[in-house]
């Protein structure tokens, strides 16, 4: 008899072996095209217009296509700018969003019910874009970029999901930090939020995605190049084949003859998702996390 | 005495007649101390540019001396597409341009009364007037909002020269380009393994009909057909028998089977990568381009030839109805302002104009040498910021050769020598619905007929449902407005 454990005969069945190469296949239907994309934005530009679509290693190399990306005057302050909406807008959105659904949890709020429906009213009825931007307008808030970050302050939708979270938390453990002396300030931020962590990490992501792929709003509020998001400047060069503005001036005359427009606009796709691409996997382990700490006692 | 005042007043009326009909003083423009500020907006004209700040100091500068005291403060372009950013900005009054080039969506601003009339200015104008083709005068007739001083856009058939001497079509393109020979050279490549396919598309079969409208009878637009109505070119046998040819070069593998879904990115890929037999690029500036990027490409044995349309006798018909792009002068400024916008459009059509336009700036882009012109390494990052055309460029001056290459030249030659003017009209918005519907409608038939999915036939049955979907409404204004 062997000496401790079970070893258990690892068995691979004919079920498994399918889903497994099922998946790998959705996978790749994936994986192939954004690879191919990176790999064509590296390729030799005399070789690239040749590429198969199913191609994931570059023909040749070259680094000419991030040069005219790179150089181009618009993208990386777009880039940036995209980054500073996106994180001062999140901060705001979560801010309010914690701040109105701790209000709106509270039992003893008055007019609450006529509150909600309001809100719920607001929520389902939207007032569309005409006097949306007279209001943007007249608060003076046309060409900055603060038009993108205070209009959508605050979801509805993602403040009852908020609301859930916070109505999850023991009334118990309200009613005994507010005995203790706490007030409300310190019951949201140290108490409340901390509790519902999962929650607002998912109203956070939900918010920065919102965020980040504002096109509309920073098309019409947005005014300078300097100020301006990512997305509107892909749109502008990616789906509108803007490739004379891409290249530029300095460009255009030494390397039009040369360049695959197809490649300049996968290296400008690029560009744009390697921040993503970056900073997804750290945003998604607070996702894996369970933070609901067990504090009623008895 | 009453005979004395008599003569008095009778002396006084005639030297007040004679003054209202002297010639007025040239209106001058500004003055040095205080020039009249316009502000210009073009795409891709970036302000903080050193060049584009020596450019307006240079216009400035040769206006002057014409005693036209300007101050041409170039602006930035709105954030955005250019084509939707400009008439939003301009319509919402947060752009305060008055020289705007427009590359699309001029007809709302239009509509809403914020472009000038051209027209009176145009017709004192000294070398605008002089640059101006039949098809500029037609469109400004229709819509004389925006000016564009360019060869008209027409798609120039472009083959490779060892492809034509391979298969011997070369001199019978030239001489007899008719649709038959055509269709065998084209068979010829794909046959022969020389290329893939002989020509694509970007979406649409557009691009080919430029060479091949004329030759099956697809003469304008607007056409009449048997029973004496006004109809779009859509319902006529004309365009069935252009669609059924189509069809019959998919049928054969000519056309490429990715031309409905292709950019042209996409057409121009394959043009360089050699799977392409003909390719059809806009007269001038592009042919050139594309002409060089084939032989870096392909080699110099792969020389692009330009040829002449199907049948010898006309490219596609040049529509008049309006400009598509051009330059506009805001309403709103002042008549000062507006009249000195149009005394730079006019400068820059003259012959000092042309060679800033074109060549740049001396010392920069290009030298003198000898009165020739000799082109710098810097004159490929220069591109006109007012006119497109050649014309007023002294070619005693500046050896066109060097501005582009031979086949470019050809190629704005043979658009002039197989123009024709085409018949259309400018909609009015409550026609457009119409005008939707049919064309959605043909471009689901026609699609269907050429991939094979429906027989040419069913053509018959597409011109029964154009009249039902607003042909006869469309018939109807034509015939109140071309009768």
Redesign the interface.
């Known amino acids: 008899m062997k000496k401790g454990s079970l070893e258990r005969r690892r068995t691979f069945s004919v079920g498994q072996f399918i889903l497994t190469a099922l998946m790998l296949l959705l996978a790749a239907t994936m994986l192939v095209p954004i690879l191919n994309i990176v790999a064509n934005s590296f390729s030799d530009p005399?070789k690239s217009?040749?590429m198969s679509g199913l191609r994931i290693i570059p023909d040749g190399f070259s680094l000419l296509n991030y040069q005219i990306v790179l150089s181009n005057t618009t993208i990386l302050p777009a880039l940036f700018n995209s980054v500073k909406i996106t994180v001062v807008g999140t901060a705001i959105n979560i801010l309010l969003t914690t701040m109105a659904a701790y209000t709106l949890t509270r039992p003893k709020l008055l007019f609450k019910r006529t509150i909600m429906v309001f809100l719920i009213i607001m929520m389902l009825f939207d007032p569309g874009t005409v006097p949306e931007?007279l209001t943007i307008?007249q608060l003076g808030l046309?060409?900055s970029q603060w038009s993108v970050i205070l209009v959508t302050a605050v979801s509805v939708y993602y403040l009852i999901i908020m609301m859930r979270y916070f109505q999850a938390v023991p009334q118990e453990i309200c009613e005994s930090a507010l005995m203790d002396g706490a007030g409300h300030m310190r019951l949201l931020f140290s108490i409340m939020i901390p509790l519902a962590k999962a929650g607002i990490a998912t109203i956070t992501m939900f918010y920065a995605i919102v965020r980040w792929n504002e096109y509309f709003r920073?098309?019409?509020y947005?005014?300078?190049?300097s100020?301006?998001t990512l997305q509107?400047?892909l749109?502008?060069y990616v789906v509108?084949?803007?490739?004379?503005?891409l290249i530029g001036?300095?460009n255009?005359?030494?390397y039009?003859?040369?360049l695959?427009?197809?490649a300049l606009?996968n290296a400008t796709i690029v560009v744009a998702i390697v921040p993503v691409l970056i900073l997804y996997p750290f945003v998604l382990k607070y996702y894996t996390k369970d933070v609901l700490a067990g504090s009623v006692k008895g | 005495m009453k005979k004395i005042i008599s003569l008095l007043l009778t002396l006084a009326m005639l030297a007040t007649l004679c003054t209202a009909m002297a010639e007025p003083a040239d209106a001058a423009i500004g003055s040095p101390d205080a020039p009249v500020t316009v502000r210009y907006l073009c795409?891709?004209v970036?302000p903080a540019?050193e060049?584009i700040q020596a450019m307006a100091t240079l216009i400035e500068e040769k206006m002057a001396a014409l005693g036209q005291y300007v101050d041409l403060v170039i602006m930035?372009?709105?954030?955005?597409?250019?084509?939707?950013?400009v008439p939003?900005?301009l319509s919402?009054g947060?752009?305060e341009a008055d020289l705007v080039y427009f590359q699309g969506g001029d007809e709302t601003c239009a509509n809403l009364g914020l472009l000038e009339n051209l027209t009176d200015y145009i017709a004192s104008s000294t070398y605008v007037k002089e640059r101006m083709q039949e098809y500029n005068k037609a469109r400004l007739a229709n819509y004389p909002y925006l000016l564009w001083l360019s060869p008209a856009t027409i798609y120039i058939p472009i083959m490779r020269a060892d492809h034509l001497e391979a298969i011997g079509m070369t001199e019978t393109l030239q001489n007899d380009p008719s649709v038959e020979n055509y269709h065998t050279a084209l068979k010829a490549l794909v046959d022969g393994g020389y290329v893939k396919y002989a020509f694509s598309g970007d979406g649409s079969m557009t691009r080919a009909n430029h060479m091949f409208n004329h030759a099956f009878g697809v003469t304008s637009t607007i056409m009449k057909n048997d029973d004496g109505k006004y109809v779009y070119y859509i319902a006529t046998q004309a365009e069935k028998d252009l669609l059924a040819f189509y069809a019959q070069c998919y049928a054969e593998g000519l056309i490429d089977p990715d031309y409905l879904t292709s950019?042209?990115?996409?057409v121009?890929?394959?043009f360089?990568?050699g799977d392409l037999g003909m390719f059809c690029a806009t007269q001038g500036g592009v042919v050139d381009?594309y002409c060089?990027?084939i032989v870096?490409?392909q080699g110099d044995a792969a020389q692009g030839v330009v040829l002449p349309p199907a049948g010898g006798e006309s490219y596609i018909s040049v529509s008049v109805a309006k400009e598509t792009r051009g330059f506009a002068i805001n309403a709103d400024s002042p008549k000062e302002v507006k009249e000195a916008a149009f005394a730079v459009l006019d400068f820059m059509a003259s012959p000092d104009g042309r060679v800033i336009d074109k060549l740049g700036l001396e010392g920069v882009h290009y030298n003198v040498v000898d009165g020739q012109v000799v082109l710098t390494e810097r004159?490929?990052?220069?591109?006109s910021k007012f006119w497109e055309t050649f014309d007023g460029l002294d070619e005693n001056f500046v050896d066109k050769s060097i501005l582009m290459c031979d086949q470019a030249w050809q190629s704005l030659d043979m658009a002039k020598q197989y123009y024709t003017e085409d018949v259309d009209v400018v909609l009015p918005e409550d026609m457009v619905p119409y005008y939707d519907s049919v064309f959605s409608l043909f471009n689901e038939y026609s699609t269907a007929i050429i991939l094979g999915q429906r027989p040419v036939d069913d053509f018959d049955e597409f011109v029964q449902q154009y009249y039902q979907n607003g042909g006869e409404q469309l018939a109807e204004y034509l015939a109140t407005v071309l009768e």
Do not use: C, H
């Open positions: 005399m217009p040749g931007y307008k046309m060409g920073a098309g019409i947005i005014t300078k190049n100020q301006t509107v400047i749109r502008q509108s084949n803007d490739t004379a503005t001036d300095k255009i005359g030494k039009v003859n040369i695959d427009f197809n606009k | 795409k891709d970036d540019d060049d930035e372009a709105p954030a955005g597409t250019y084509a939707d950013a939003l900005a919402t947060e752009l950019k042209w990115s996409d121009q890929k394959k360089y990568a381009s060089k990027k870096i490409n004159f490929d990052e220069w591109w």
